[in-house]
């Protein structure tokens, strides 16, 4: 059974940085395209930030770039989002997801539960 | 990056109603477009990708259609379980950008 567990979220003051990691079971990290996926309070999906499975390739929203560093550790099956200069505007929960292909797509076919990350002095 | 456009934002409806959401995208994304359905305090849940194909274990009341810049989702008769926000996603780029949300209440 395919599982991903969120954690590393709290409560970070302007500036400062936190890590979340993401546990994977029931699959290997570097198999599979992973994202992670943010919600601010009251608001919408917003995509943050993606690995390729092979080769590991990384893309980000302009928001986070410079800022943000997506990465995995196969050794220990999780995928990481390294958050350095947090913003007010970086609250929110954190997703990540597992991105699946398909014949025609793609999609974000497993999630997480979510992490909330507040930054606030 | 590809901006994705859905309408209504909000939408009343009773059980047993035909429901319609549209996606409108900036460009041009063929098939490259999912659906998902989110209740408050949860993580998004895949109803639908490559436009049209239904996820496993998505009740066939919901279907989706569409390629290039248009699509939509409809549920055929509403349940209560369906009173939710829906929101699109394109993965034919980065930025994976999704839609505004539609939230479907109770009328």
């Known amino acids: 059974e395919v599982q991903l567990l969120e954690s590393g979220g709290g409560l970070v003051q302007p500036g400062g940085s936190l890590r979340l990691s993401c546990a994977a079971s029931g699959f290997s990290v570097s198999s599979y395209a992973m994202g992670w996926v943010r919600q601010a309070p009251g608001k919408g999906l917003e995509w943050v930030s993606g690995?390729?499975?092979?080769?590991?390739?990384?893309n980000y929203a302009d928001s986070v770039k410079g800022r943000f560093t997506i990465s995995r550790d196969t050794s220990k099956n999780t995928l990481y989002l390294q958050m350095n200069s947090l913003r007010a505007e970086d609250t929110a929960v954190y997703y990540c997801?597992?991105?699946?292909?398909?014949?025609?797509?793609?999609?974000?076919?497993?999630w997480g539960q979510g992490t909330l990350v507040t930054v606030s002095s | 990056d590809i901006q994705l456009t859905q309408s209504p934002s909000f939408l009343s409806a009773s059980v047993g109603d035909r429901v319609t959401i549209t996606c409108r995208a900036s460009?041009?994304?063929?098939?490259?477009l999912a659906w998902y359905q989110q209740k408050p305090g949860k993580a998004p849940k895949l109803l639908i990708y490559a436009a049209s194909t239904l996820h496993s274990g998505v009740p066939s009341r919901f279907s989706g259609s569409g390629s290039g810049t248009e699509f939509t989702l409809t549920i055929s008769s509403l349940q209560p379980e369906d009173f939710a926000t829906y929101y699109c996603?394109?993965?034919?780029?980065?930025?994976?950008?999704f839609g505004g949300g539609t939230k479907v209440e109770s009328k």
């Open positions: 690995i390729y499975g092979r080769g590991g390739s990384t």
């Open positions: 997801a597992r991105r699946d292909y398909e014949e025609g797509g793609s999609c974000y076919r497993y």
């Open positions: 460009q041009g994304i063929t098939s490259y």
């Open positions: 996603q394109q993965l034919n780029s980065y930025p994976f950008t």
